[in-house]
């Protein structure tokens, strides 16, 4: 149970440090809304990369 925890934990502070990074300004300084295909791509890839290096286990 542990390690599913450790894995959530990582994949969601990952999952947050690219939406901080990659989310669109507008111009008066806050975040424009809508969908965001770069940032998708960005998750899916980075998600992809956590799960093949650190796969879920049964055991």
Not at 8 to 25: N, P, Y
Not at 34 to 56: D, E, H, S, T, Y
Request: aromatic letters at 16%.
């Amino acid at each position: 149970m542990h390690f599913d925890l450790a894995h959530a934990a990582v994949s969601a502070i990952v999952i947050g440090i690219l939406v901080f990074l990659l989310r669109d300004k507008d111009g008066n300084g806050g975040t424009k809304a809508g969908w965001n295909w770069r940032l998708f791509v960005a998750v899916f890839f980075v998600m992809f990369l956590i799960n093949i290096v650190w796969p879920f286990d049964n055991v």
